[in-house]
């Protein structure tokens, strides 16, 4: 047998009161014999609140009584100061929470002062948009039968009019107007708002309504897409299918409902510079969204107020002798 010990990190409880230590010990008994959790699972809680501890001692703290809400975003304030990122600050406020809830439990405290404290937010992701040519290699489907009109009239839809996944897939045959250069939407929070779409989303739109009847099963089903079984098609599908077609198509990267959105976006934006105009256009709340959304940065917005705005052109004051 090999004589190597086997090398532990130090647990920084052991630094700690016992009016600190011994309330996690006891939560982390409880979360083996009551609530059955894995070891991997109490040694992350271990770990949280091992740091946590550390530095509410390090500020004054010795007994869990004493930690308030201003001390709780103190510690996200050092964490940040630190680099954490926003899913470890996450994390720890969790086991926060968790551990307080188990002092109520044992009317160690009366109130969870960690409840209502949230994180920084976690910074998501936008997906890289496709550039014109992209575009036009994905959407040259030329194939004739339903399926693949009403597969290259959503993604015409989506990319024309940059609508959201829910709001393409929730669209009846009614919002669509009966002259083509509007349709009505109804996106988040229940808000209506009509968007412009012509050229080739109106045409595929077209084609596909003259073909809808070949799926539609029941005459009273209003939605705009159907799937094969002759029902509203579901977001999965929608999904599904997209990532299949840009397969097909020989698409470098992974289509997605939200990826054709974007890339709306970002194209419309380049050819006009107005930002308010993209912001109605998405059905953005806020105009910090879609400055986001579209890789804006303050330079950029600074520089097309002092070009635009009338105010911003103001001769610089004479020196007086």
């Known amino acids: 047998m090999s004589n190597q010990k086997v090398v532990t990190d130090p647990d920084p409880l052991t630094l700690l009161p016992e009016t600190l ?22 040694k992350n809680y271990h ?20 930690v ?15 680099g954490l990122k926003a899913s470890s600050q996450a994390t720890r406020l969790s086991s926060l929470r968790s551990f ?29 948009n496709l550039d014109v040519d992209e575009m036009d290699q994905l959407l040259s489907v030329d194939l004739s039968d339903p399926l693949s009109v009403r597969d290259r ?28 250069e509007e349709i009505r939407v109804i996106g988040k929070g229940n808000k209506e708002r009509k968007v412009p779409f012509s050229g080739q989303a109106c045409e595929w739109v077209q084609l596909w309504l003259t073909m809808r009847r070949t799926l539609l099963k029941d005459t009273q089903e ?15 599908n929608v999904q599904k299918r997209m990532a299949e077609w840009g397969l097909k198509q020989h698409v470098s990267s ?33 105009i910090s969204t879609t400055q986001v959304y579209t890789h804006l940065d303050f330079q950029h917005l600074a520089q097309v107020y002092d070009k635009a705005h009338p105010r911003a052109k103001k001769d610089k004051p004479t020196e007086t002798e």
Not at 159 to 177: K, M, P, T, W
Request: charged fraction near 20%; avoid cysteine; proline fraction near 6%.
């Open 21 to 42: 230590a011994e309330p996690v010990y006891g939560f982390l008994s409880y979360l083996k014999n009551e609530k059955g959790l894995s070891p991997h699972t109490r």
């Open 47 to 66: 770990h949280q609140l091992g740091i946590i501890a550390t530095h509410l001692h390090q500020s004054g703290v010795t007994q869990w009584r004493q």
């Open 68 to 82: 308030d809400p201003a001390k709780i975003r103190l510690l996200i304030a050092t964490g940040q100061q630190a």
């Open 100 to 128: 307080f809830d188990f002092l109520i439990q044992k009317k160690e405290l009366s109130a969870n002062p960690a409840k209502g404290i949230s994180g920084p937010k976690k910074q998501k992701p936008l997906p890289k």
């Open 153 to 180: 009239a959503m993604m015409e839809l989506l990319y024309g009019a940059g609508i959201r996944l829910a709001e393409l897939a929730s669209l009846n045959v009614q919002d669509i107007h009966p002259d083509g």
């Open 222 to 236: 209003p939605a705009l897409f159907l799937s094969r079984l002759g029902k509203r098609i579901s977001h999965r």
């Open 254 to 286: 992974h289509i997605s409902p939200h990826k054709l959105r974007h890339s709306f976006a970002t194209h419309i934006l380049e050819s006009s510079n107005n930002l308010r105009a993209v912001q109605e256009l998405l059905g953005h709340e806020n």
